[in-house]
């Protein structure tokens, strides 16, 4: 007996050892603990993926099946084959569904009282009524069966990834989070008056009040919260599409195979908490980027000077993908930048030449910059550093390009006492700033335009 109670209690000991160790799929979100299997956050107005855990893996949706549903409801509704005071017959079938409490979510339908669509499309959004679903089915397509086979063609119109054997979600339907969260977005996308009942938290169903599935407009409350759709199953876990706005800014999330009721809200709190903190960033980066660069963005004050100094061909990225804009100008880059305003003209040869070949020993054949430095050179707009070197890599000062664009433009040979500073202040084309602090590439593309432009 002694052996038998202690194999009793390490089995015991094991099994909750097992059940604290986290899933296989658990990962942190925004430093949080998740446990559902697959994740997704959407942000609604611009379609962009926030996160996702396993966003293109077929899983078990549950009563989320019901969106699908819904859609093809409003669809039906829209077209005028029904209409929101249509009668809903009841069938042996749904008669009989709705009085079977081991069906999900049960509320009882008679032959003898008259039930229309749009009191079931309330019914079935919050209280998740899966007879209900049927019976609309029934009304629209003449069978679940055949109603089954426009969700399915309904779902490879929209792109949705989707398989689905029944229209309540109690056979083993199959979606990815990814098309969960796309379809939520286009259930209120196109019929937007579905989130009047989704946020409801409560319905009177003739005579009885029906909770809500979604405990984030009751017990576990989340501000903004006003969507959409429960699943529970054993083959899906706890499942939930959530969605919620704040600041005008609205989240769709798909939390699949959660382990219970409660983690699934939890989960699906710390995906819009953690949407919310990224979603801005995310946004600024996908959409005001300025193509190709991954460092310049359309709301920049520099943005308009950047791209002008693309355009003209000035200026280029440091690498295909970035412009480094806050990076210091280099005489080296002033050096070309004047030489292709010019036109790429050959240095001087008629006896004007200020280098020979070889004067500047760190300006050598091949580099970017030679031809350019030893036409700026052989026209006095730039001058070497000393001992032989031009020193291509040194840093640019805001005096040191008001005197080569003063040199430039022909309207002096020095302006090293003030006045090529005085003269660019007084045009315009330096605005702000100390003579002696370093241009950057972003301050450099604004000078060059004004300059250009003057």
Known sequence: MKKLRRTLGLALALLLLLMSLPSAFAATVGGKYVAAQGLFILDYDTGLELYSQNADMALVPASMTKVMSVYLMYEALERGEIAPDTVVPIS????RLSHDYSYINTAPLSYTDTYYVDEMIDLILVFSASASVVAMAELISGSEEAFVERMNAKASELGINATYYDCAGIKDNYITPRSMALLASRLITDYPLALDITKKPSTTFHGVSYKSTNLLLADQYYEGADGLKTGTTNAAGCCFTGTAVR????????????????????????????????????????????????????????????????????????????FSPHSNLTRAMTATILWRLAGKPEAAVNGELRIESGEFSDVLPGAYYYDAVRWASSEGIVEGTGEGLFTPDANVTRRELATMLYRFAGIGEDGWDGEAMRWAQSERIINDGRPEDLTNRAECAAIIMRFALR
């Open 92 to 95: 042996e079938k749904v008669y």
């Open 247 to 322: 600041n005008g800014v609205r989240l769709i999330t798909v939390v699949m195979k959660s382990p219970s009721n409660i983690q699934r809200y939890i989960d699906t709190k710390t995906l819009l908490d953690y949407g919310f903190s990224i979603r801005d960033g995310i946004v600024r980066d996908a959409t005001m980027r300025l193509a190709p660069f991954t460092d310049v963005y359309t709301d920049d004050w520099y943005a308009e000077a950047v791209t002008n100094a693309l355009e003209t061909g000035l200026m280029q990225g440091t690498s295909a993908t970035t």
